[in-house]
């Protein structure tokens, strides 16, 4: 029973570290453009005392602005919609990063982040990472996500950490046109 307890537990961080709350997130932050289109792709992910899980992530990547300029600070989100797993207890407080790498007319790598509080048991979890890039080149980029770093407190287990590393093939998230 403590074991299977223990294991839920632990895909239950690892679930929700993937996800937030967007109640939590800036206003801005969940205003994605219209033109963003919905990606879905697969993570492993080694969680404590389980090993590698299969995590399914639904989500939105977004710029603002939509055609950012080359030289300026451009805001990116990524809204996670949907998530393969739910917390079967609740969770007190998450954290998340996400690497998002970027090919085309530049290469290179940034981080999303988020944090938030309270998820309880068996609750649908979705909502938003953000973070800034700059792109330095004009044209166009293709953005993908890569390596997942969850972590989770609980009031049972304390702290839970789960990387996860992206299955291949990655979907393309967002194409980006850089303008001069």
């Known amino acids: 029973m403590i074991e299977s307890l223990v294991g839920r537990t632990a895909i239950a961080t690892a679930a929700v570290a993937l996800g937030i709350s967007a109640a939590q997130a800036p206003a801005r932050a969940r205003q994605a453009p219209a033109r963003a289109d919905r990606f879905s792709m697969g993570y492993t992910c080694a969680v404590p005392l389980l090993g590698d899980k299969s995590v399914r992530l639904d989500g939105v990547l977004a710029t603002t602005p939509s055609r950012p300029v080359a030289g300026s600070l451009t805001r990116v989100v990524l809204h996670v919609s949907r998530l393969s797993l739910r917390p079967p207890v609740a969770v007190d407080s998450w ?86």
């Open 95 to 180: 954290t998340a990063t996400a690497d998002v790498e970027v090919a085309g007319a530049q290469t290179g790598v940034f981080r999303l982040s988020g944090s938030g509080g309270p998820v309880a048991a068996y609750q649908p979890v979705t909502g938003d990472l953000s973070g800034v890039w700059t792109p330095r080149a004009v044209g166009d980029d293709q953005l993908r996500l890569g390596k997942v770093a969850l972590k989770a407190t609980t009031a049972l287990f304390g702290e839970v950490s789960a990387p996860c590393t992206p299955r291949e093939p990655r979907p393309v998230a967002e194409t980006v046109t850089v303008v001069g």
